[in-house]
């Protein structure tokens, strides 16, 4: 038998939790035909990498991304797809392109996401041909994908579309009966044309961009219980999952969100994905109250998750632009403000100065900025004396100002050209462990292709699994590197109901061989990388190629030795997986032509 690829003598781990062994794979139409110890016939196959050292595993699923956007223009998606990535979701957040215009999409994306407002207009307004989830679907299938693609659909693009934006995000206005059918019947349409479930947020520093209106919070903030209800009761229903932010100020709504996923009385246990489990330095209690409530909903017939990224959550910011500063007025007020002479003059008034450090010194209540200028490192700045210190220790060293005038002071001189960073959650390794190892916790938000200059989490499974060989190394293992795979590929697929996760014999090959010994700490190095599409803008990246020798989509070589190649977003390897669907590979394009031409003759 001849192979279109074969990978051998790597130790192969099925995305199952079963333990890896020494094996070789041959690859034939998309699939893995074979998975065995016995020595594989080489001749004729044009693709034959040795594993001898090296893990060979099912592509990660990331569960959290806000792709949206750039995969109309981009659908190639390499920074994912570098690092292993060959499966990923759509639509998080609330925030989808399904039923909204291009400007609706700006303002919904713009400023929540920090992906340039005028892009997500022009990429919507260029290539949105579908009016329907159907639609949607084939679009994206008509684009050269590089990574398989699932989907939730936006509860706020619902709302938006249906209501209008303005009367979506006024507090007094509630849907009509006409709108909140419209809604459910965007939502069984998305469900039948395959997608995973529906995306929600309660979250209140998530703001809208644009003029009309600009600051409120995302459309579905502004739902209350019968419009949710009725949404839920479809997901319920159809066994389809829903992703959801609950307001951080409200505690409450955590609690209302675990327990709501409770199966009562012969219903379904609605699948809830909760965001986030994360270990936060300001409030560092609450992640022991996140991890039994997950336990007792799960004990009472739900089927609750939190999303946690496994690795700590270093942000990095260009002056204030930064969207933990949404979460008080002060900084809201700030960010509210899109011409730079108004801001300017807006952060030199005393009076704004006052509130800003009123703000900043109430350390009281939920939040997830830790609001320590001595916690925030100066990176970059036209003023180098600057660079290496701590907001808080110029402020020392200017005279003892006040941490915020520091900060303050520092922006109104050099804007976006000052450039810091600080972590805010998951800095403690122990409680990191216990969390990726937690089975009421899922691995994922990252965030892929959003907060550009902000964040870059693309490589966080190979985190992970770094984690797991240090732990291992060290005679302190928390998790197994079988165990480890399973979180990042199989376990996803299962619960989404999607194709994707595993790699036995007859499973798509869509695979991912990684270099253990170059799991270091290259996966932590600062590196950023230009945008095409969005007018070259700088986009923080990982770069730690040598540890991912191979990425393969449906049977076919995307990364060679970290580097995307040729066919990576040129040619279609990816998919749309539709929920509860098997998925098949796709086929190269010279053999789709060819079958045209037999079929003709």
Not at 392 to 403: A, C, D, F, L
């Amino acid at each position: 038998m001849t192979y279109d690829a074969i990978i051998k003598n790597g130790l192969w781990f099925d995305g199952t939790g079963a333990a890896g062994a020494v094996r070789n794979l041959g690859v034939r139409d998309g699939r893995v035909e074979v998975v065995t110890s016995d020595e594989l016939d080489e001749t004729g196959c044009a693709e034959v990498v040795d594993a001898q050292g090296k893990w060979v595993v099912p592509g990660f699923v990331d569960i959290h991304t806000h792709y949206d956007i750039e995969v109309l223009d981009g659908p190639g998606l390499p920074e994912s797809v570098r690092h292993g990535v060959t499966t990923l979701l759509l639509g998080s957040c609330s925030l989808s392109t399904i039923h909204v215009g291009g400007v609706d999409a700006g303002d919904l994306f713009g400023r929540v996401e920090a992906i340039p407002r005028k892009h997500v207009i022009r990429a919507v307004d260029q290539h949105k041909t579908w009016r329907s989830a159907d639609e949607y679907v084939d679009a994206l299938e008509s684009l050269p994908l590089g990574p398989n693609l699932a989907a939730f659909i936006g509860h706020s693009d619902m709302r938006a579309a249906t209501m209008g934006l303005d009367r979506a995000t006024r507090k007094a206005v509630r849907p009509t009966r006409r709108e909140q059918a419209r809604m459910e019947s965007m939502l069984d349409e998305a469900l039948d044309a395959g997608f995973v479930g529906m995306s929600a947020q309660q979250l209140l520093f998530d703001k809208v961009d644009g003029e009309l209106c600009r600051s409120r919070t995302l459309p579905s903030t502004y739902a209350k219980g019968k419009e949710m209800r009725g949404l839920r009761g479809i997901l319920r229903r159809r066994r389809r999952a829903l992703q959801a932010g609950p307001d951080a100020s409200h505690p409450h709504t955590i609690v209302t969100q675990a327990l709501g996923s409770i199966g009562l009385f012969g219903r379904n246990p609605l699948r809830t994905s909760l965001l986030s489990a994360a270990d936060i330095k300001a409030i560092p209690f609450v992640i022991h109250l996140m991890r039994p409530l997950a336990w007792v909903a799960n004990w009472a017939g739900a089927d609750f998750r939190w999303q946690h990224l496994p690795v700590p959550f270093e942000v990095y910011a260009d002056g204030i632009d930064l969207v933990i500063f949404e979460e008080f007025g002060s900084g809201a007020m700030a960010l509210h403000i899109q011409e730079k002479i108004a801001r300017d003059e807006l952060m030199a008034d005393p009076a704004y100065r006052e509130k800003f450090r009123k703000d900043y010194e109430s350390k009281f209540g939920p939040r997830v900025w830790h609001r320590d200028f001595f916690d925030a490192e100066i990176v970059a700045c036209p003023d180098e004396s600057v660079v290496g210190k701590s907001f808080g220790q110029v402020g020392v060293e200017r005279g003892g100002k006040h941490p915020v005038d520091a900060f303050l002071d520092l922006v109104l001189e050099h804007g976006t050209d000052i450039r810091w960073r600080t972590t805010i959650s998951n800095h403690r390794p122990a409680v990191l462990k216990k969390l990726a190892a937690d089975p009421g916790i899922q691995v994922g938000f990252s965030d892929a292709g959003a907060h550009l200059r902000n964040m870059a989490f693309y490589n966080f499974g190979l985190r992970l699994l770094k984690h797991v060989r240090d732990a291992e190394r060290a005679g302190k293992p928390f998790m197994t590197t079988e165990q480890a795979v399973h979180r990042l590929t199989g376990e996803l697929g299962e619960w989404y109901r999607i194709d994707a996760g595993t790699l036995r014999q007859g499973d798509r090959a869509d695979l991912v061989v990684i270099d253990p010994d170059r799991l270091d700490d290259t996966l932590e190095a600062y590196a950023e990388s230009p945008v095409e599409q969005y007018g070259g803008l700088s986009r923080m990246v990982n770069r730690n190629d040598a540890a991912v020798p191979a990425v393969f989509v449906s049977g076919r070589r995307v990364v060679t030795d970290g580097e995307p190649n040729a066919l990576l977003g040129t040619e279609r390897t990816g998919q749309f997986l539709r929920a509860e669907r098997p998925g098949a590979p796709v086929a190269p394009v010279v053999e789709v032509v060819a079958a045209r031409s037999e079929a003709i003759a």
